[in-house]
Antibody, heavy 118, light 112 residues
Framework: EVQLVESGGGLVQPGRSLKLSCAAS????????MAWVCQAPTKGLEWVAS????????YYRDSVKGRFTISRDNAKNTLYLQMDSLRSEDTATYYC???????????WGQGVMVTVSS | DVLMTQTPVSLPVSLGGQVSISCRSS???????????LHWYLQKPGQSPQLLIY???NRFSGVPDRFSGSGSGTDFTLKISRVEPEDLGVYYC?????????FGGGTKLELK
């Protein structure tokens, strides 16, 4: 059974950093691209960042480029999102998602809440 | 960015009834490889999104045949027949033809 379990969320002040983790199990992690998708409170879904199977290719939406870094450790079956220079508008639930073979997100974690506030 | 517009925003339904949700894109979603990367998700209250339909009309593993997807180009539809209580929640379309991938704003399916 595919499982994605996020951790590392919490309350953080503007300008500070946070690192999210996503532990994967039930599939060969190194064979799949991965992504982070966020959802601000009472809002819709927004793609944040993606990473290729080996980690050599990364992609970001403009609003987080230069502040967020997606990475992965295939030996540990773990996906990361380093979030620096956090802003209030980054407040959201962050989901880890597996990129399926057909260019879609086929499995999602339960999500982790990030609140940026002083 | 490709804008995805879903209608309606809210959709009241009676159990056992049939509904349709529309998703329109600001550009054609036909990829240069010939595929159309338009997908549908359901987010039940308090849960993460779950994949229902991929590439317009293919049901994901375990999804009942009450769910069907259709459409082409810029116009797509999700139909749900014989609505059951577990179908309630917010439905999203996602396009992954063009970078960056974008979601529709969501359609909330709720009881009348």
């Amino acid at each position: 059974e595919v499982q994605l379990v996020e951790s590392g969320g919490g309350l953080v002040q503007p300008g500070r950093s946070l690192k999210l983790s996503c532990a994967a199990s039930g599939f060969t992690f190194s064979n799949y691209g991965m992504a982070w998708v966020c959802q601000a409170p009472t809002k819709g879904l927004e793609w944040v960042a993606s990473i290729s199977t080996g980690g050599g290719n990364t992609y970001y939406r403009d609003s987080v480029k230069g502040r967020f870094t997606i990475s992965r450790d295939n030996a540990k079956n773990t996906l990361y999102l380093q979030m620096d220079s956090l802003r209030s508008e980054d407040t959201a639930t962050y989901y880890c998602a597996r990129r399926g073979r057909g260019n879609y997100f086929d499995y999602w974690g339960q999500g982790v809440m990030v609140t940026v506030s002083s | 960015d490709v804008l995805m517009t879903q209608t309606p925003v809210s959709l009241p339904v009676s159990l056992g009834g049939q509904v349709s949700i529309s998703c329109r894109s600001s550009q054609s979603l036909v990829h240069s490889d010939g595929n159309t990367y338009l997908h549908w998700y359901l987010q039940k209250p308090g849960q993460s999104p779950q994949l229902l339909i991929y590439r317009v009309s293919n049901r994901f593993s375990g999804v009942p045949d009450r769910f069907s997807g259709s459409g082409s180009g810029t116009d797509f539809t999700l139909k749900i027949s014989r609505v059951e209580p577990e179908d309630l929640g917010v439905y999203y379309c996602l396009q992954s033809t063009h970078f960056l991938w974008t979601f529709g704003g969501g359609t909330k399916l709720e009881l009348k």
